[in-house]
């Protein structure tokens, strides 16, 4: 919630439990003081408006924060030299639980933006904003794109899209891969339950699996995601 205030993230109406008020004093005052109504509800209301279990008696109304399509590739574009773009795009990514946390993951690895695009899920979806953990208000968000123009956009601005893909024949291990991360990258991620379908990482310039060592059948989504991201974001610094 500070994060929150702090970062611009326009906040219009906040809502605060008697016992949230006392233990966050300081931050309601300031919200107040910023001319940002201040509306004191009930325990029962407070579980009403979270949809959580254990809501934490503050609940903040903001305005919508996702970005155009076209302000983030002029981003990528303009990213200097020793620090390229890395982009996160989810394709027909439904679950919350995991959309907010690759967004949280992306915005850890140093990734320049998210993309929701085609059927992915709202990245406003309350378990979604959740599970970013403050991340949506950190790195731009594109919402609701369709995954073919964000292909186009972001090839155009430089960027080369590699699909994560458990049955593709180069693995994230290979030094030529690894040579390529180090360049502007988007990574696209698909759905849980069946990945990417081969329409989809067509789109692609180049598939790549995650490699298992072990006797597990696939990884989750956002570990698979947490891989890529952060093997780009490393190959990206060593070189810098």
């Known amino acids: 919630m500070a994060e929150a205030f702090h970062c611009g993230a326009r906040i219009t109406d906040l809502f605060v439990t008697v016992p949230a008020r006392t233990r966050h004093h300081d931050l309601v005052a300031a919200i107040a003081a910023a001319g940002i109504p201040v509306q004191v509800v009930s325990g029962e209301v407070m579980d009403d408006l979270a949809q959580t279990v254990t809501p934490q008696g503050l609940l903040a109304v903001c305005g919508f924060v996702d970005v155009p399509l076209a302000e983030v590739a002029q981003r990528a574009m303009t990213a200097p ?9 989810l394709a027909n990514v439904r679950d919350p639980g995991n959309a907010g946390t690759v967004l949280r993951t992306a915005d850890a690895a140093g990734a320049h933006a998210v993309v929701f695009a085609d059927a992915s899920v709202d990245p406003y979806n309350g378990k979604c904003v959740r599970a970013s953990a403050g ?6 968000v594109v919402a ?3 995954l073919d123009d964000v292909v186009v956009t972001l090839r155009e601005a430089g960027l080369r899209i590699v699909a994560a893909d458990g049955r593709a024949g180069r693995s994230l291990d290979d030094p030529g891969v690894q040579a390529r991360l180090a360049g502007p990258t988007a990574w696209m991620f698909g759905n849980e339950a069946w990945g990417l379908p081969p329409e989809l990482v067509a789109l692609a310039d180049e598939p790549v699996a995650v490699p298992i060592y072990g006797r597990a059948e696939s990884l989750n989504l956002a570990a698979a995601a947490a891989v890529c991201l952060y093997a780009s974001a490393r190959v990206q610094r060593v070189r810098e």
């Open 135 to 140: 991340s949506l208000f950190h790195l731009p």
């Open 144 to 146: 609701g794109a369709r």
């Open 81 to 89: 030299r020793d620090k390229p773009a890395l982009i996160a795009l």
